[in-house]
């Protein structure tokens, strides 16, 4: 029991080369079928491609809805997660006014069916705006609570 415990276990996909499966009979079709259907293809396509982010669209919606919080908030009663992932790249991409062009923001940023993903660089910027939005509500923040003390301290003197 304790090697069990002990090991990582990992797990192989055997990929058959026919339907007889028979050997030296390798048939193209019945592999590519095997290999997108357990989502290989995608996974090379995506690496090939660059994107070194990946998140759900819940996942990113949650990160990423700082930046727009009354259109996610007003959107997120009739749509779902998919709807507010378009909202937000929508925005938060005219909102950057980084080094990077226009284009290439475009081209940082995929939406699939189930994931966004993204690239270095539009990830870096994206999360700087992120920080930058969640800092300034800070400051918003702890400047009321401030205020709010120091007005209760002015009538407690009175």
């Known amino acids: 029991r304790k090697k069990i415990g002990d090991t990582t276990p990992y797990f192989v996909r055997c990929i058959k080369p026919n339907q007889q499966l028979t050997p030296d009979n390798y048939c193209h079709k019945v592999v590519l079928d095997q290999l997108k259907s357990l989502g290989v293809m995608e996974a090379v396509r995506v690496s090939r491609s660059g994107f070194s982010k990946s998140y759900t669209h819940e996942e990113f919606t949650r990160r990423y809805q700082v930046l727009l919080p009354g259109k996610v908030r007003a959107a997120s009663d009739r749509e779902g997660a998919s709807k507010k992932c378009k909202i937000i790249v929508n925005e938060s991409l ?65």
């Not at 006014?97 to 995929?110: D, V, Y």
């Not at 990830?123 to 939005?133: E, I, Y």
């Open 94 to 158: 005219s909102m950057m006014s980084t080094n990077i062009s226009k284009e290439e923001r475009e081209k940082g940023i995929q939406l699939g069916s189930n994931k966004v993903f993204l690239r270095q660089q539009l990830s870096d910027s994206l999360d700087r705006l992120r920080n930058k939005v969640i800092i300034n509500a800070t400051v918003a923040i702890q400047t009321g609570s401030r205020v709010w003390l120091a007005r209760n301290e002015l009538f407690r003197r009175r």
